[in-house]
């Protein structure tokens, strides 16, 4: 049974860093494209960032780019999302996907390409 478990979501002031864990099982993130997408207060969930199964490259929405960093590391088979500089806007449910590494390399941000997702993590920036 594959189960994706993020923590290190929490209560920040505007400015300030977090850093979320995605823990996996059931699936080896060597195998698998692994994504952090978000979702505010009535918006629709939006792709944040996501690492390459084989050579851990990288990918960033505009948004975020030069602000958050993804991370792997594959002994503890664990994905991590470092958040700097936190902006209100910032503020959502973050959440962990996984979708089955394809060989052509060819990353994705749209959420139904994504195999297994997890349930998702706080993250409130404040003023």
């Known amino acids: 049974q594959v189960q994706l478990v993020e923590s290190g979501g929490g209560l920040v002031q505007a400015g300030g860093s977090l850093r979320l864990s995605c823990a996996a099982s059931g699936l080896s993130i060597s195998m698998y494209d692994m994504g952090w997408f978000r979702q505010a207060p009535e918006k629709e969930r939006e792709f944040v960032a996501v690492i390459n199964w084989r050579g851990g490259s990288t990918y960033y929405a505009d948004s975020v780019k030069g602000q958050f960093t993804v991370s792997r590391d594959k002994s503890k088979n664990t994905v991590y999302l470092q958040m700097n500089s936190l902006k209100l806007e910032d503020t959502a449910v973050y959440y962990c996907?996984?979708?089955?590494?394809?060989?052509?390399?060819?990353?994705?941000?749209?959420?139904?390409?994504?195999?297994?997702w997890g349930q998702g993590t706080q993250v409130t920036v404040s003023s």
């Open positions: 996907a996984a979708r089955r590494g394809q060989l052509s390399g060819r990353l994705s941000q749209r959420n139904s390409e994504y195999n297994y």
